[in-house]
């Protein structure tokens, strides 16, 4: 179970994807002015080894192109277009936008299918050189990669995505030093664990997750679940542990 002195903490799942095209910086802009409590997305690296913003392993769905995000180089990624006419955003112009403001930030490192080399690195050593209010929470479908960040930097938040059901969240977050988990449906716990749920735009579901205090949820539309949230929740401290 989550605890039930704190907040849920609602994510833009890749900005405002109900309004804006996913993972674009006119969405990132306007939920991180338009009251996101916390803004989530995913890197990938070109060809060349450039971190961009982009969901998929391939640019089929959001983009005017095909074919795989690691056979693009950077310049040649930057040609394509979303639905809203941007190019695919560079990392570091999302994190420019998300700096300096009230916000918790969740970067998933886009992984479980393609490892790209060297990622870890790479994208740790980008983030420091921006200023961020609250911790950016990294996580990742794969196990490697996050063992792979813990080495080379053991004080940030590392947090478990998966989509299977765990049998004890507790130990696997304690025997990997992992702040907390990422599952797709709520998971029962036999102590106090840090779980944020993906993705959820189903009121009923969220009402329950609400209800139980979970420690954050993603979703498509956070004005949305924002309201539902504070119709449920009763004022607390926000914690993220």
Same mark, same amino acid.
């Given at each position: 179970?989550?605890n039930?002195?704190?907040?849920?903490?609602?994510?833009?799942?890749?900005?405002?994807?109900?309004?804006? #095209?996913?993972?674009?910086?006119?969405?990132?802009?306007?939920? #991180?002015?338009?009251?996101?409590?916390?803004?989530?997305? !995913?890197?990938?690296?070109?060809?060349?080894?450039?971190?961009?913003?982009?969901?998929?392993?391939?640019?089929?769905?959001?983009?005017?192109?095909?074919?795989?995000?690691?056979?693009?180089?950077f310049?040649?990624?930057?040609?394509?277009?979303? #639905?809203?006419?941007?190019?695919?955003?560079?990392?570091?112009?999302?994190? =420019?936008?998300?700096?300096?403001?009230?916000?918790?930030?969740?970067?998933? %490192?886009?992984?479980?299918?393609? /490892?790209?080399?060297?990622?870890?690195?790479k994208?740790? !050593?980008?983030?420091?050189?921006?200023? %961020?209010?609250?911790?950016?929470?990294?996580?990742?479908?794969?196990?490697?990669?996050?063992?792979?960040?813990?080495?080379?930097?053991? /004080?940030?938040?590392?947090?478990?995505?998966?989509?299977?059901?765990?049998?004890?969240?507790?130990?696997?977050?304690?025997d990997?030093n992992?702040?907390?988990? /990422?599952?797709?449906?709520?998971?029962?716990?036999?102590?106090?664990?840090?779980?944020?749920?993906?993705?959820?735009?189903d009121?009923?579901? =969220?009402?329950?997750? %609400?209800? =139980?205090?979970?420690?954050g949820?993603?979703?498509?539309?956070?004005?949305?679940?924002?309201?539902?949230?504070?119709?449920?929740?009763?004022? #607390?401290?926000?914690?993220?542990?």
């Open positions: 179970m989550d039930k002195n704190t907040k849920t903490i609602v994510f833009g799942h890749r900005g405002y994807p109900a309004k804006f #095209a996913g993972n674009s910086l006119e969405g990132f802009r306007y939920a #991180a002015t338009h009251g996101a409590e916390g803004i989530e997305f !995913d890197v990938q690296l070109t060809k060349d080894g450039v971190p961009i913003v982009m969901h998929d392993e391939k640019v089929d769905r959001t983009t005017d192109g095909t074919g795989w995000v690691k056979d693009f180089t310049s040649e990624i930057r040609k394509l277009h979303l #639905a809203n006419g941007e190019p695919v955003p560079e990392l570091k112009e999302v994190l =420019a936008i998300l700096q300096n403001r009230n916000l918790y930030i969740n970067l998933e %490192f886009k992984t479980s299918t393609v /490892h790209y080399p060297g990622i870890e690195k994208v740790l !050593d980008l983030t420091k050189q921006y200023h %961020f209010v609250h911790p950016i929470i990294f996580s990742s479908f794969d196990y490697v990669t996050l063992k792979n960040c813990q080495e080379i930097d053991p /004080h940030q938040i590392y947090c478990y995505l998966t989509d299977q059901d765990v049998t004890n969240s507790d130990k696997l977050i304690k990997n992992f702040a907390g988990i /990422h599952p797709g449906s709520y998971q029962n716990s036999k102590g106090t664990i840090t779980q944020r749920i993906w993705t959820v735009n009121p009923q579901k =969220a009402k329950k997750y %609400f209800e =139980a205090h979970v420690s949820i993603f979703t498509d539309n956070y004005p949305v679940m924002n309201k539902l949230r504070d119709s449920i929740q009763s004022p #607390a401290k926000v914690k993220v542990n």
